[in-house]
């Protein structure tokens, strides 16, 4: 029986070099911007920003509790800039 791929692509297979930076990144931290950001700034790195908007979502009771748990209670004080 042939099986045949349809419609699925395969992940390009990675060249050593991509392995090698990867683990000296993970060893020795990393001195660059990481390889999906620069190949994003290669594509847009010219393109002009017109607007940009900045959110942030509110942490739920439990996750606040939790915090306070295992900070024993720095965690609210230093939220509420204590």
Known sequence: MVHKNKGKKRKKAKKGEGIVDNVKALLFGRKDMPPKVRT???????????????????????????LDVVSLGEFSKKAKGG
């Open 40 to 66: 994003m700034l290669k594509k847009h790195g010219d393109t002009e920003i017109d607007y940009i908007q900045v959110a942030r979502n509110p942490l739920n009771t439990y996750t606040k509790l939790a």
